[in-house]
């Protein structure tokens, strides 16, 4: 099946910088990008979605300023983390929906931040 | 507004045995659902789709529009089975259940 990865897979940074993480499909052409935020034994949090071209829609109480999206060509996005705090330790996720073919989602690994 | 619902957090059966995750949605349009395992350390795959009706290791899913309804389940529970189990509706964006964690013992 189709490939998304992510990068880096664990990063730890310290309180007040910034840091990128990346997802890339690996063998197709992602239209559309999700991030998700999950927290331990906890569910998907849908951060934003973003749209290769456009500007990431962000859901309700995430704060876009906090958390750049993005999504320059067809098989990168990425997030930024900007002025990270240690409550933003978490691990983050990304998905990625092929163009013109309904609506299968394919997920990235993972990253797990840790702010210190 | 859209949910699903995982009502069990945690499962648990023995090997051989049948299984059922439930899941259960709010949707005003058509519903699109979708099943996902996370095994150990391991990223989210997607296990099946309602639009295909298919079966994947030996796992079935039926909607059931007027329960709002989308279990998933498996005749005879294997070891390798244990993982976390999303259900998730998807309308343009995906929103998942809080996932139920199935253990089968030996």
């Known amino acids: 099946g189709a490939v998304v990865s992510q990068h880096p897979s664990r990063v730890i940074c310290k309180s007040g910088t910034s840091v990128k993480i990346e997802c890339r499909s690996l063998?197709?052409?992602?239209?559309?990008m999700f991030w998700y935020r999950q927290f331990p034994k906890k569910s998907l949090m849908l951060m934003a979605t973003s749209n290769e071209g456009s500007k990431a829609t962000y859901e309700q109480g995430v704060e876009k300023d906090k958390f750049l999206i993005n999504h320059a060509s067809l098989t990168l996005s990425t997030l930024t983390v900007t002025s990270a705090h240690p409550e933003d330790s978490s691990f983050y996720i990304c998905?990625?929906?092929?163009?013109?073919?309904?609506?299968?989602?394919?997920f990235g690994e993972g990253s797990w931040l840790t702010v210190v | 507004a859209q949910r699903v619902t995982q009502p069990e957090k945690l499962l648990s059966v023995f090997k051989g045995a049948p299984v059922e995750l439930k899941c259960n949605y709010s949707y005003s349009g058509s519903p699109e659902l979708f099943w996902y395992v996370q095994y150990s350390r391991q990223r989210l795959q997607l296990l099946l789709r309602?639009?295909s009706r298919e079966s994947i290791k030996g796992f079935t899913a039926d909607l059931n529009k007027g329960e709002t309804s989308f279990h998933l389940k498996k005749p005879f529970a294997q070891e390798e089975d244990s993982a976390m189990y999303y259900c998730a509706l998807n309308f343009g964006k995906s929103t998942f259940g809080d996932g139920t964690t199935l253990t089968v013992k030996p």
């Open positions: 309602h639009i």
């Open positions: 063998d197709f052409q992602a239209t559309t």
């Open positions: 998905s990625a929906r092929i163009g013109g073919s309904g609506n299968t989602i394919y």
